[in-house]
T-cell receptor, first 115, second 114 residues
């Protein structure tokens, strides 16, 4: 099956710093990628849709200035958590649908801990 | 409101017993339906999906699910559970088609007793 990677897998940062998370589709091109957030023992909540060549689409209640998304190429989307605070600590997961498969492929997730 | 409901937060079964995980959705039309499994430290893995056609779908690892339009349900089943099936299971809906964003249920954590 298709492979989606995320980097880093874990990151610990101090409050007030910014953290960048990368999502890569390794063996297919993805014009669209999705970013989800998962709190401990809870479900995945869609944060935004990343679109190659255009602005990301954010879900209601998600601060676009805090969660910056850049879809730099057909295989890479980045999520930057700016001025991170402890409440931003969470598990961030990306997914990428592959054309012709009607299926999304998920990355392994990034565990962010803000001290 | 559009939603996906997994009424069971935790389920514990004995190894070899049968399993059924419930999922109900609330959407106007029949959306695309999925079941994913998430094991600790791993990404979500697709177990099976339903788009149209035969309402009983077969997936990987011996799982199957049945779509019932009249009940707006898409329950996941397995006739004999293995210890390695212990994980978190998510039902998900793609209201606009499988290529688009997914709405997830709250998840059901499955524990398997030896």
């Amino acid at each position: 099956g298709a492979v989606v990677s995320q980097h880093p897998s874990r990151v610990i940062c101090k409050s007030g710093t910014s953290v960048k998370i990368e999502c890569r589709s390794l063996d297919f091109q993805a014009t669209t990628m999705f970013w989800y957030r998962q709190f401990p023992k809870q479900s995945l909540m869609l944060m935004a849709t990343s679109n190659e060549g255009s602005k990301a689409t954010y879900e209601q209640g998600v601060e676009k200035d805090k969660f910056l998304i850049n879809h730099a190429s057909l295989t890479l989307s980045t999520l930057t958590v700016t001025s991170a605070h402890p409440e931003d600590s969470s598990f961030y997961i990306c997914s990428a649908p592959r054309q012709g498969s009607d299926e999304q492929f998920f990355g392994p997730g990034t565990r962010l801990t803000v001290l | 409101a559009q939603s996906v409901t997994q009424p069971d937060i935790h389920i514990t079964v004995s190894e070899g017993a049968s399993l059924e995980l419930r999922c109900n959705y609330s959407y106007g039309a029949t959306p695309y339906l999925f079941w994913y499994v998430q094991s600790p430290g791993q990404g979500l893995q697709l177990l099976l999906k339903y788009f149209s056609g035969d309402t009983l779908v077969q997936g990987i690892k011996g799982f199957e699910a049945e779509f019932k339009r009249s009940q707006s349900s898409f329950n996941l089943r397995k006739p004999s559970v293995h210890w390695s099936d212990a994980a978190e299971y998510f039902c998900a809906v793609a209201p606009s088609g499988g290529y688009n964003k997914l709405i997830f249920g709250a998840g059901t954590r499955l524990a398997v007793h030896p």
